[in-house]
């Protein structure tokens, strides 16, 4: 069979491997096997993962860019660790992952044949550029500012230490070795170093100071003059190899771009407000053309002429994934992104007149029942019959129905006016699947899931807030008394007399309300701003467990009067997001760490996981065919991880590859996941 045949066949795209497929992949001509190779191409950093992982990978890769039929294939043929049931959302144009990181990329650069990334997290590694197989991985052990380039056939990475007190900061020279990288050189800097970049073989501050690299020394060069004040968010070089500079200037009529080099060129500013939010520029040889390439943080990536600074309107990228650096190399450009993922384009096909392949998940979905805006907060439901869904508020007012068990938009939409910000789902004894959801003013719905009927309706009463949540009135000054109090987290327990719904608020109120006679029973004040809250059992009773960011106040769901236990849990973060399963408090924190506390003493089980490398808000509970508890969480990485909540092992990762905003898992192991303008449903396979 030829590889046109053989690369439509799961089986042989995943028993081949990258290093020996990719090479070779470019080269096929029929329709549907450059079908597969998108897909192959897209999923490429994962499939050096362990079989079962890299197999979902693939099969979510397929998903995205809209080649089904494989998708139905890698499906049918079984083995994943996890599958995509349906997927949502603006995809990007055509390109490979090349390789991840922990934390957001800080810089990339390349070599003749190979490509190094450092992320803010301080992890560093090398790989080949042509299958990703990896060279050199390692880590500095802490976060910090670098830029990384590779020079005389090594990977050198500068790295800005802060200076102690007033004293300045210093730039420390380091070789990218395995394991951990090696000193070479420490200088001090002349100022203090906000953002540091490297190209053509210097490295350059944000105070346009330049340093060159001699031998294992860095060796101060004299700094640039330039107009302005505009601060450098990338560097490149021109035809010649000469270094280029990339600044957003708000001096050069308004928040554009210029180029800085030792004689100045500035790029005119063609549209202002689009050059607006530019995150990170390069410069290079593409397409047989000197460009400059800027990328935004919502996306998209501009490109101008070197020689002229005219923005060439012909070559455009309608999508990215918030490139946080880049690179060109042999005509492609190489960025890193905020998920931590090295990928690969190759500009010559954005132009105009050829513009990438559409994709299934390019659909946007307008109607209000059908609303496709960034889900903020969802809840999983069964409701008669056995179908499952999933309730969703999104982030323009509509609370949405989305089936889980097959794909189709959403059944309807429950409310197109409530903006909710915290969803829970409950079955009553009659039957009956409910909605709880709350929103920022107060208000708190109580809805039939199957008709859309709403039931109850409270809104939160006018409170004084409490000392500790930062809204206390002056001495004198008498509070507003129209306003409710915002609900931040909502969540429904069973008691024998019916389900109990609890939310915390900012005004550091914990309220009660009985969802099916539509009763508020109250509220108790929490000490503090709530920021979580969660529902379960605890020596056989009902509870709900709140936060304030620090503690765990544990409170009889029945007949609180006031926290019965409440443990002191953290003094350097603070708790976002909570769940409850088996005893045990599962939390996330400012940091990404996954914390798990025993609900009755408050002791930690074992140390904080290192789950996610920056902000995550996002869990969820479920449970598997042997009775074992997981955890789900999602953060701004990108990234939806689940983990064995007793013992912390994790189990599985799946690259959403854009900040995660909500999860949600139902009782056949489906997980909902909202995402920055998309939303999936994916399944953990359990054989």
Known sequence: MTLDGLVSEPGFLLARGPAALLPEIDTVVDPQARAAARAYRRAAAYLRDPPEEAAAAL?????????????????????????????????????????TVHGVVESVWAAPDQVGAVSRAGHYGVWAIADGAPVVSGTFGRPGRFAGMATGGRHLIAQVTAGDGDGPDAIVLWEATP?????????????????LHATAGVFVAD??????????????????????????????????GRP??????????????????AATTRLQPTDTRRLLDARTGTAGHIAGEDLVVTAG????FRFYEQATGVERTDRVSRRNHHAASAVVHAGHLICGGADGVVRVWHPSTWTTTDAPETTTTDAVMSDPATSLSTPVAAACARLAGGRRVAVVGHDNGVVGVWELDEWGPPQQALHPDHAAVAVACVATPAGDTLAVTADLGGRVRVTEVDTGRV???????????????????????????????????????DTDDGPIAVGVGDRGWLHRWHVTRGESLGALPLGGRGMAVACGRHDGRPVAVATTGQDLQIYDLVAPAAPTVDHRVLRDDTIWALTLADGIVAALDGSGRLHRWDLGTGEARGHPLSAHHSDARAIGHGRLPDGRPIVVTGGWDGKVLVWDLASGERLHRIPVEEPVRTVAVADNLAILVGFDRG??????ETG
């Open 455 to 493: 039931r109850h309706e409270w809104t939160t009463p006018p409170a004084e807030p409490l000392p500790g949540t930062g809204e206390m009135h002056p001495v004198g000054v008498t509070p507003q008394t129209d306003r409710p109090e915002p609900v931040r987290g909502l969540a429904v327990g």
């Open 244 to 261: 280029i500079v990339v600044r957003a200037n708000p001096v050069l009529g308004g928040d554009t771009i210029a180029l800085v080099t």
């Open 179 to 195: 394991g951990s990288p090696t000193e070479l050189d420490r200088i001090p800097a002349p100022r203090r170093v906000s953002s």
């Open 297 to 300: 943080v919502r996306g998209g």
């Open 59 to 99: 099969h979510l890769a397929a998903h995205r860019t809209g080649v089904e039929w494989l998708a139905d294939r890698i499906g049918f043929r079984g083995g994943l660790a996890w599958s995509t049931l349906w997927i949502r959302g603006d995809e990007e144009d055509p390109h490979r992952t090349l390789a």
């Open 679 to 684: 939303i999936a449903a994916f399944r953990i």
């Open 207 to 240: 105070a346009l100071h330049w340093w060159t690299v001699d031998g294992d020394r860095l060796r101060e060069q004299e700094p640039l003059v330039a107009p302005g004040h505009g601060r450098v968010v990338g560097a490149g070089a021109d035809g010649d």
